[in-house]
Structures are given as C-alpha cells and as structure tokens.
C-alpha cells in the first residue's frame, strides 16, 4: 500500500476483524453452533477445499473441516492442550446484560463473569464463553 505521491504510508489503518478461520473436526456442530444459537448466515461453500463461511456482521467465521484441502495446512486436529485460536470477540448490538446471560441460559452455554473489558469499540461489558471445538469466543455489548 501507498500514499499518492508513492511513500509507503507510515501506519496501517485497521478497521475491524475481517475473518477468523476455525479448524474442526465437528463440522455439523459447528454450523449448528454458529448458525442457529449465535445468529451467522453462511455465505459462502466452497467444497473443493473444505471451507464454509459464515457471515458474522461485517467480518467472516471460516470454518473448515480437518481433513479437508484447506484443513490439512493446519496439521492435526484442534486439542484443548494446544488450542490454535486463544480467542475471538464478536460485538453484540441491541442487548443489554440480562439479555444476554439469558439467551446464554437459555441455550445452556455455561459463560465467564460479566466484566468490563477494552475492545475495538472501548470498554464495554463482555463474557467468555467456549464453541463446541473449545474456542473461546468473547461476546462484547456496545459501549
């Protein structure tokens, strides 16, 4: 990347997570995961390789079987003693505390205490909570 008079510019301007790419061996589960409890549309399957994307806001979730072309570039499968995502944060619109630790009751996902915590957005109120890989996926309220 350059500036107009062809300098490199001096710093890169993130705007947000683009993507994350989620390797597993459950891939129904996954889905089901993402897709009915969390709320993400696939958008995009591309079965030569192994790779099924879901439409997370303005980023992407890659989710891609083990065994698969793409999958294979990772090594073995996902193990809780060597997870290769530490985790990722999704931000939530319109939700307060009590509706989300609701819904999460609700779909019996255990979650971390509600604590306040600094993301793209500021500081905001989160929890933790794990996908069925293990993942641990930060969901943040607006500040």
Same mark, same amino acid.
């Given at each position: 990347?350059? $500036?107009? $008079? ?6 890169? @301007? /993130?705007?947000?997570?683009?993507? @994350? ?9 996954? !889905?089901?995961?993402?897709?009915? /409890? ?11 390789? &192994?790779? !099924?994307?879901?439409?997370? &806001? +303005? +980023? ?7 065994? +698969?072309?793409?999958?294979? !570039? &990772? ?8 997870? =290769?995502?530490e985790h990722?944060?999704?931000?939530l619109e ?14 019996? /996902? ?9 993301g793209a957005? &500021?500081? +905001?109120? $989160?929890?933790?909570? =794990? ?13």
């Amino acid at each position: 990347m350059t $500036s107009e $008079s062809g300098a490199p510019p001096h710093k890169l @301007v /993130i705007q947000g997570i683009d993507h @994350v790419v989620l390797r597993t061996t459950r891939v129904a589960e996954m !889905l089901h995961f993402y897709q009915e /409890i969390l709320g993400c549309i696939l958008e995009r399957e591309l079965t030569e390789l &192994g790779l !099924l994307q879901l439409r997370a &806001g +303005s +980023s992407l979730i890659d989710i891609v079987p083990v065994d +698969s072309e793409l999958g294979r !570039l &990772g090594g073995g499968p996902p193990r809780q003693d060597g997870r =290769n995502l530490e985790h990722f944060c999704l931000t939530l619109e319109n939700l307060d505390e009590q509706q989300l630790l609701e819904f999460l009751r609700h779909h019996d /996902i255990p979650a971390s205490e509600m604590a306040v915590r600094y993301g793209a957005g &500021g500081f +905001s109120n $989160s929890v933790y909570i =794990n996908d069925p890989e293990g993942n641990v996926v930060e969901l943040k309220l607006q500040p």
